[in-house]
Structure formats: C-alpha cells, structure tokens
C-alpha cells in the first residue's frame, strides 16, 4: 500500500531564504508525481508534474526533483517570498491506471517578511 | 478557458439532511475524480467517474454516498442523511484521460454540517 509523507510538518523562514520540501513514497512503482500548492481555505493549485521517467522539473523558482528508486521528491523554493507562504503537497499516482493521487498531508510553509 | 467549477463554494446543512455537491470538468476533459479532505488530514481519494460510469468508488462510503457523471451537466457528489463527521473540504479534479497529464482540481466545497 502506497504511503506518502512530507517532512517537514510546517516550517518558518525569513524572506529570501532558499528552502527544500521532502517528500517520500514507499512504493516505487509510480506513474508520476505531483506537486501542489494550497491556501487556507482555498482549492489546490498545481505547480510541477514529474512524470516517472523524468529526474527533475523546473517553473521560475520552483524546482522539483524526483528519485523514484529512493522512493523521494524534494521541491526547492529559490528565493522565497511572503507570498509563497502555503501548505505545499506530494501526490504520486501509482501504475495501476486508475489516475488515484495518494497525497501526503503537507508541509506548511511561513516566509516571514 | 474557465477551470475546474465546483458549486456551492460553502454548505451548512443540518445533521439528516442532504447534499449536492456539483462539479464542472474543464473543458476537454471527460475524466472526474472527487477527493475529501478532513480538517488536520490529507486529502483522501473517494471517486473516480467517467461520463456515464463509475470507474472506481473504493475510497466512497458504501453507505450514504453517491456520485454520477451524466451525459450532459456536472458531475454530482451526494451524500445523505449527513452526519457531523461529513464535515470536510470536497474538492474535485478533473483530467484528460490517456496523457497522465496530471490533475487540475476545483476550489472545492466546504460542507458543515451543524
């Protein structure tokens, strides 16, 4: 059974700082994995999609890396902003073909200006 | 190109009642996958519907809830004689089947049951 976790729990940085989300997977057998952003209480946006033959993928200053063998992703914010303060989730779609995202419970983010 | 539309943004309903949770695809997109997220928790898988068929239910309460995709109109999530433990964000997704494009999802419902 697929399980996905997210470490750390909430994190708290100054702005301008650089910072790395994990994500980890115990069932390597994935279809791709996805990224996502949510604001309290608002719906998920999506920010990068790794397919699984793919090592890494890159939007402004996001950048998300996948290690399927590892079974781990990590999201690298650049330069990070008050803005991005958010709750940011993995979600892994496994092989079976049924397009079911197992999400982890996130990671919440503060960038303190 | 209008998004993922999920209708009401915000339901109270009182315990016993029902609930019509409503759902646009974006455009070109026949697949619809709909997700419930507990306060405190992650984001829970319930159904996924193509127009006309269920495709998988295994994350669906076998008692109480319903979903369908019809032909024509949104996609519908039912739930019935709701209890306080329904409480929850429902969001739906949907996708272009066959690309493993990823999803796009709604900005959800936020049901509270008092």
């Known amino acids: 059974k697929q399980e996905v976790t997210q470490i750390p729990a909430a994190l708290s940085v100054p702005e301008g700082e650089n910072l790395v989300l994990n994500c980890s997977f115990t069932?390597?057998?994935?279809?791709?994995l996805q990224w996502f952003r949510q604001d309290p209480g608002k719906g998920l946006t999506s920010l990068l999609l790794?397919?699984?033959?793919?090592r890494e993928q890159t939007s402004g200053r996001l950048n998300a890396s996948l290690d399927k063998s590892s079974g781990r992703s990590t999201l690298y914010i650049a330069a990070s902003q008050p803005g991005d303060s958010a709750t940011y989730l993995c979600a892994v779609e496994g092989t079976s073909g049924t397009y079911k995202y197992i999400f982890g419970t996130g990671t919440r983010l503060k960038v303190l200006a | 190109n209008a998004g993922v539309m999920q209708n009401p943004r915000h339901l109270v309903r009182r315990r016993g009642q029902e609930a019509r949770l409503r759902c646009s695809p974006m455009?070109?997109?026949?697949?619809v996958y709909w997700y419930r997220q507990l306060p405190e928790e992650g984001l829970k898988f319930m159904v996924y519907?193509?127009?006309?068929?269920?495709?998988?239910e295994s994350g669906m309460p076998k008692e109480r809830f319903s979903a369908e995709f019809p032909k024509e109109g949104p996609s519908i999530l039912r739930i019935q004689q709701v209890v306080r433990g329904d409480s929850a964000a429902y969001f739906c997704?949907?996708?272009?089947?066959?690309?493993?494009?990823?999803?796009?999802f709604g900005s959800g419902t936020r049901l509270t049951v008092v």
């Open positions: 069932d390597s057998a994935i279809y791709n």
């Open positions: 519907l193509q127009k006309e068929n269920i495709i998988d």
């Open positions: 455009k070109g997109h026949s697949h």
């Open positions: 790794i397919q699984s033959s793919q």
């Open positions: 997704a949907s996708s272009s089947a066959g690309t493993g494009d990823g999803y796009t």
